[in-house]
């Protein structure tokens, strides 16, 4: 084996396959998007697959069984309820704990997973899913159209508190249990991307029984049918998962469709990357993700380490106005700051050429992307003061703009820890705006959940998504519905809510992606949001991790995993 593997999937407009290996070379991937299952929604983006450096060798020709992988995350999941999660990392641990119903294939289409087969209904408002038969939860309680109806009807109920899980499952309106293994989803509008989104993470099942036992505290004790079963967390510092003895149920796009060839999955919460690349390469852990752009180079270079790159796909890391505060209700207020920062500069400063410009308020390879888009906004200091002079914001003496007795001052709130230097994006854009009059306040907080969720309190704020479908724009950018909870635009336009509408029951996929890319090109001219990065998914890991993989929304499979001796 040639050392210091990196295999980094580039951006592209092709499909991903479904799994990136780690100690496998890879050559360019051309896949063509494939509809061949009916009702299957558009595939998720992808790319060009490739060797950065060096040439792999042949990995073992038989799976090793036993062993315990330790994985570090940069941070740590909120809740292992996948009903209640609005976190990425989280949906890291779900692949192991649990299935879901639907999964996407290598080509992007939709196979089947705890679901064997789907129809829709004629006018799509509803579908039948045949279920399979011989799977059961961790605990011992049946998987069955029952525990179906029981996980969807709980995301929709207020008490869940859902999160993601909840915009997922729109516009789901309630299910009929056919027989033991057949249930009939209800909608209450056509989706489109209601049947792809049964592939995500975050709409994995949970066991019933376990959920009605522990309530709001099931997220602690989680249990699901996946490979791995859950055994304890520690707060802040590790996740132990054991092998599940019984999975026989996995998918046939896999390798390994029976029990894990791993004893036990520890993942450790590990923020600092110094100490979480350093733990690889020490062998303290045996695969570490989110590795820093300084040390790509180091580890391509060292002999006992390997590197897996997927860029994920989605809604890329957006900066959002608040459109409910004063003065970035304004356009030009809003242009002058668009006008202002030199996100080129910030994302090669900070990232080395690791990570991707993001221009759109979606990534490459989702439907409908815009590559008009990109290079559209430059930098431009001289505009972004004239649209200020404009609106009456004059310097002061301290070089900070002021109206009627009043500094221009913009509240950008970012949370800790310094996920991905985001935080470090926020110093970069307070000295940028210095220089054009605005006094940018940055508060860090590790209540995200308290100052933006709950009382909207910041002018400017970041967020990303992993997804499959554009629909999901809806959750940043459609109105607010009577009792809804806001977006963190706050925009309210009937022409983005008509775009938005007509996308979601478009059955013909060429117009479904000229409406996204009206709603693209709508946020960009009306200055909606500040597109920063694409994220790029990368995992350091030791030479004897085998069959590491990703699936095609960039998160790691496990099941395939095992440790070469």
Not at 487 to 515: F, N
């Amino acid at each position: 084996m040639t050392n210091g593997i990196i295999h980094k999937l580039a951006a592209g407009r092709v499909y991903p396959k479904r799994r990136f290996k780690l100690g496998c070379v890879l050559g360019a991937l051309a896949l063509a998007l494939t509809t061949a299952l009916a009702g299957c929604g558009p595939a998720p983006g992808g790319s060009t697959a490739k060797a950065a450096s060096g040439t792999a060798g042949s990995a073992a020709s038989t799976p090793v069984q036993g062993g315990e992988l330790t994985y570090a995350l940069a941070t740590s999941p909120d809740t292992l309820d996948p009903r209640r999660s609005g976190l990425a990392v989280s949906v890291r641990v779900f692949g192991a704990l649990y299935d879901t119903l639907l999964i996407r294939n290598a080509d992007g289409s939709l196979g089947p997973s705890l679901a064997t087969e789907w129809k829709a209904s004629e006018g799509g408002l509803s579908y039948t899913l045949k279920l399979r038969d011989d799977v059961k939860f961790q605990d011992g309680t049946p998987f069955n159209a029952e525990a179906v109806k029981y996980n969807f009807d709980s995301i929709i109920d207020p008490e869940t508190k859902a999160a993601n899980a909840l915009a997922l499952l729109h516009p789901y309106k309630s299910s009929e249990v056919i027989d033991e293994h057949t249930i009939k989803l209800n909608l209450e509008t056509p989706s489109q991307a209601f049947l792809g989104n049964l592939s995500q993470g975050m709409l994995s099942l949970v066991s019933p029984t376990a959920a009605q036992k522990d309530g709001e505290n099931y997220g602690k004790n989680p249990v699901g049918t996946g490979p791995f079963k859950f055994v304890s967390w520690s707060e802040n510092a590790e996740i132990k998962l054991a092998k599940n003895p019984d999975y026989a149920w996995g998918s046939a796009e896999s390798p390994n469709t029976g029990a894990a060839y791993l004893d036990a999955l520890t993942f450790k919460i590990v923020p600092e990357e110094a100490t979480r690349i350093g733990g690889v390469q020490s062998g303290q852990v045996l695969a570490a993700e989110t590795v820093p752009p300084q040390n790509v180079v180091a580890l391509q270079n060292d002999p006992n380490a390997q590197l897996l790159q997927t860029n994920t796909i989605g809604f890329p890391y957006t900066l959002f106005f608040n459109l409910e505060h004063e003065p970035w209700n304004e356009l030009k207020a809003r242009q002058a700051v668009q006008y202002a920062v030199d996100l080129d500069s910030i994302v090669k400063t900070l990232y080395l050429g690791t990570y991707e410009r993001a221009w759109s308020s979606v990534t490459p390879g989702i439907l409908g992307y815009d590559e008009s888009l990109e290079g559209q906004i430059k930098p431009d200091t001289a505009k972004a003061n004239a649209l200020l002079d404009e609106l009456g914001w004059v310097k002061g003496a301290d070089g900070i703009r002021v109206k009627d007795g009043k500094k221009l001052t913009l509240h950008y709130v970012d949370g800790s820890p310094n996920r991905e230097k985001r935080n470090d994006i926020a110093a970069m854009i307070r000295e940028q705006l210095k220089a054009i009059g605005i006094e940018t306040e940055v508060e860090i907080t590790q209540d995200i959940a308290t100052v933006v969720y709950q009382n909207w309190d910041y002018d400017l704020y970041g967020n990303s998504q992993v997804n499959s479908d554009p629909h999901g724009l809806a959750s940043f950018y459609h109105s607010t519905e009577e009792e809804g909870r806001r977006t963190l635009s706050g925009l309210s336009d009937p022409q983005v809510d008509e775009w938005l509408d007509q996308g979601a029951i478009e059955p013909d996929e060429a117009k479904r992606a000229e409406l996204y890319k009206k709603v693209q090109q709508y946020i960009s001219d009306q200055a909606l949001i500040l597109p920063v990065y694409v994220f790029p998914y990368t995992v350091a890991a030791g030479r004897s991790v085998q069959g590491l993989a990703f699936d095609p929304f960039g998160y790691p499979i496990f099941n395939d995993v095992y440790l070469q001796k």
